[in-house]
């Protein structure tokens, strides 16, 4: 096969819930540990760090990963989903698995995984350690891809756990509390092994305390000490963080919420540091040249990993944002953000899939924008026409169009110099508006 054809065969012949949702999804981890013990247990092979929350995973995964690089490892990532290419799913130091690997990898095992019946991410995931393995990276971040205690990352021991946050989003696997889903993605939480925990409220504490306490991880608030105090978005993109310990800090990744991924992404740095990890032996670094690569690191993110549609600025005049946010949590972020930007007219392309609280982020969403209603290329996606009714309830008003593409040629059309215009709602909407320049 092709590598296309490769793809095909992933995205088609597998269960997958990016596609298809609850039809998609395999509770529980016997593939995993079927194909793990055949792989002959991979993950074994180097350190890791294991990341899980509602929001905010993917670019605290993204953070760290491009400090571990900067100082001098060779890193492994694996995040999800991806939003042109598959192979952004698995990096080395920010490069993408080749294609001959995955096209060698499912056909040298295929014959073994195919009667299992797994699902694409379990797949996926066997691939992504396998190719780690191979590679030989000193460590690996892991990101969760839904939920923690029962996702097939969480067959790893890593060197420490992160929790990012917790708020309403996949309630039909996880639960309909803060509470329940919270206990869902302490799953993750591994006996004697560091925990941080990014955001948490009086409904979620208790539950990630206890199971700390349950299995002696030392448990970190990292809310408790806020390293970072205050942040700005900086003009034509990136933030400024004021923080205690290393003053002023320039970091690429724009967006408003990045403040508080920010502030659990240096509690991790600082518990790294804490056990060595950071300024071992075998990596010549002293704490001061490490701060020093952290810096850098923590402002070339995007280039050093890959990572896209973070409040990605893709031109001026007009101007033109993407952002991959697609639930509530989300988009308490993204609609005040919103409400600062400084236009003539803002415009909006909007999608959604299925599965979400349609009507808590349409309620959400500014009045005063013109909306272009639309789809994207998945089966989960609600139909445009469908999304503009159900928005007009909520005093949103817009067109409706069919393809991502269509609702941004007519955008830029109606658009002036002074306007602005976002493209979200969804990761896939977000995903087939990157196509359009890829």
Known sequence: MT???????????????????????????????????????????????????TNGKGSCSHTLAAILQQ???????????????????????????????VVDFVERERS??????????EVTTAMAFQYFKDKEVDIAVIEVGLGGRLDCTNIITPILSIITNISFDH???????????????????????????????????????????????????????????????????????????NGDLHGDLSGSYQEKNM??????????????????????HNLEKSRKEMLYAINHVAEMTGLMGRWQVIQ?????VCDTGHNVGGWQYLSKQLEQQQCHQMHIIFGMVSDKDVNSVLELLPKNAIFYFTKADNHRAINETDLQHLAAQHGLKGESYPSVH?????????????????????????????????
């Open 263 to 284: 502030n659990t992404s240096l509690s991790a740095v600082y518990q790294l540091v804490r056990s060595g990890y950071l300024c071992e032996c075998q990596k010549p």
């Open 71 to 101: 100082c001098g490892y060779k890193v492994g990532l694996y995040t999800s989903p991806h939003l042109i290419d598959f192979r952004e799913r698995i990096r080395i130091n920010g490069e993408p698995i080749s294609e001959r690997y």
């Open 316 to 320: 001026q005049n007009p101007k033109v």
């Open 3 to 53: 590598y296309q054809e490769t793809c095909q065969y992933l995205f088609n012949q597998m269960p997958m819930f990016e596609k298809q949702g609850s039809a998609g999804y395999k509770e529980g981890l016997t593939n995993t540990v079927l194909l793990d013990e055949h792989l002959g247990h991979p993950h074994q092979s180097y350190a890791t760090i294991h990341i899980a929350g």
């Open 171 to 245: 309630t039909q696997f996880l639960g309909d509390t803060l509470a329940k889903i919270a206990a869902e993605k302490a799953g993750i939480i591994k006996r004697g092994i560091p925990i941080i925990i990014g955001e948490a409220n009086d409904e979620t504490r208790p539950v990630f305390s206890a199971k700390a306490q349950e299995l002696n991880a030392p448990i970190e608030f990292a809310e408790d000490y806020n390293e970072v105090i205050s942040a700005e978005c900086i003009p034509g993109g990136g933030m400024l963080y004021h923080t205690r310990n």
């Open 406 to 438: 269509e609702a941004y040629t007519q955008c830029m059309k109606n658009a002036l110099r002074d306007d602005f215009i976002f493209v979200g709602g969804s990761s896939y909407v977000v995903g087939d508006f990157l196509k359009i320049f890829n």
């Open 112 to 121: 073994f995984f195919e009667p299992l019946h797994p699902s694409f991410f």
